[in-house]
């Protein structure tokens, strides 16, 4: 079951979003799915997840650390992680299909945004990923501001929320979550 997002699981190493259809995105926030399937390895620097819901959804809803990685055959894959992967066999085969390797990437530390974001809060250049893209510093430094604002449970105005992103060049995340808190009285 995911819990409120905080800043600090946004620590270390590089933040990868991943598109993930909506189904499957419930079921990592639910704590069903524990593994991400994909056919190609993310970069070895990455330690945090922001899932980002395909169509209809088509916003980020979550974030999650990146634990073991393993990287086999489809039919290994199946024999170590069905129960966990949160996918029947008919969609695994069909996913896999034609491929040698895939990659099972352990989910853990899984935290929902009470309130979904478009990718365009973190960049107004980022588009939705194909399959994977990696959040340079600022995007991660927004991001973090994000789950920061998100935690205060508070609608936010864009004026706000812009003066908050820019403290954390100046500041750092700690500052600016402490500038939301004083704002919304939490």
């Known amino acids: 079951m995911a819990t409120p997002a905080t800043a600090e699981q946004l620590s270390g190493g590089v933040v990868a979003v991943l598109s993930i259809h909506p189904p499957y995105a419930e ?5 069903i799915k524990r593994v991400e399937l994909r056919k190609a390895p993310l970069r070895d620097n990455v330690r945090h997840v922001a899932i980002y819901a395909t169509s209809p959804v088509q916003k980020l809803v979550g974030v999650f650390s990146v ?12 024999s170590r992680y069905a129960d966990v992967a949160g996918i029947d066999r008919d969609s695994f ?31 107004a250049t980022l588009c939705p990923p194909q399959n994977v893209v990696y959040l340079d510093y600022l995007a991660t430094r927004r991001l973090k501001v994000l789950v920061a604002r998100d935690r205060v449970a ?7 929320f812009a003066t908050w992103a820019a403290r954390i060049g100046r500041t750092g995340v700690d500052s600016a979550a402490a500038s939301v808190r004083a704002v919304v009285g939490r």
């Open 27 to 31: 079921k990592i926030l639910a704590g």
């Open 67 to 78: 634990g073991q990685v393993d990287v086999a055959s489809p039919d290994v894959l199946w």
């Open 93 to 123: 085969d069909r996913y896999f299909a034609g491929r040698d390797t895939g990659v099972a990437i352990g989910v853990s530390g899984v935290a929902r945004l009470q309130v979904p974001v478009e990718l365009q809060a973190l960049s």
């Open 154 to 160: 508070a609608p936010v105005s864009p004026r706000t």
